[in-house]
T-cell receptor
């Protein structure tokens, strides 16, 4: 197992365009999380999946954001009509059922909106 | 709302100069307190989970401790490879999310 994989690593897009990021969690982990991190800040929670069910969403997740996890495997995070304020590192993490041993984070997708 | 405050924000250490990082937290029932290490351009790397006051965990030159209001990450005789941002996060009972602090940026000078 190579850990949590995120693609692409970097994305530059023009304001108003749509972007989609992908996360492949550790295969035996049924819990998947998305976080957003801006420069000099800690990660902020966006949303949480248990298997294919999206169980929790932060108020940070405006209606321009949508996340899916079909069949409880990989997940996608889509941002529609991107704004400059969306520029950030988008981090995906996964954990096993108990989540007691910490979440394993991916290396993130760096989004720059110009 | 769960809150985590880390101090100092930035710290420069000479190689071998031991120091401590502080994480103060408020949470409605602590399920776990987590320490992560983050290198520039990378995702956080898990270090420790602490569950109850008085608990301590060690890994190489790092030792984490927990009280009812704060946690400390002690760095003993640091080396340049210990340079990183150290993130503290809490998880509340019945909650699936982690609330992170802004991090302690540590630079160890040879």
């Amino acid at each position: 197992d190579t850990g949590v994989s995120q693609n692409p690593r970097h994305k530059i897009t023009k304001r108003g365009q749509n972007v989609t990021f992908r996360c492949d969690p550790i295969s035996e982990h049924n819990r998947l999380y998305w976080y957003r991190q801006t420069l000099g800040q800690g990660p902020e929670f966006l949303t949480y999946f248990q298997n294919e069910a999206q169980l929790e969403k932060s108020r940070l997740l405006s209606d321009r954001f949508s996340a899916e996890r079909p069949k409880g495997s990989f997940s996608t995070l889509e941002i529609q009509r991107t704004e400059q304020g969306d520029s950030a590192m988008y981090l995906c993490a996964s954990s096993p059922r108990t989540g007691e041993h910490g979440y394993t984070f991916g290396s993130g997708t760096r989004l720059t909106v110009v | 709302e769960d809150q985590v405050t880390q101090s100092p924000e930035a710290l420069r250490l000479q190689e071998g100069e031991s120091s401590s990082l502080n994480c103060s937290y408020t949470v409605s029932g602590l399920r776990g307190l987590f320490w992560y290490r983050q290198d520039p351009g990378k995702g956080p790397e898990f270090l420790f989970t602490l569950y109850s006051a008085g608990e301590e965990k060690e890994k190489e030159r790092l030792k984490a401790t927990l009280t009812k209001k704060e946690s400390f990450l002690h760095i003993t005789a640091p080396k340049p490879e210990d340079s990183a941002t150290y993130l503290c996060a809490v998880q509340a009972d019945g909650n699936n999310r982690l609330a992170f602090g802004k991090g302690n940026q540590v630079v160890v000078i040879p």
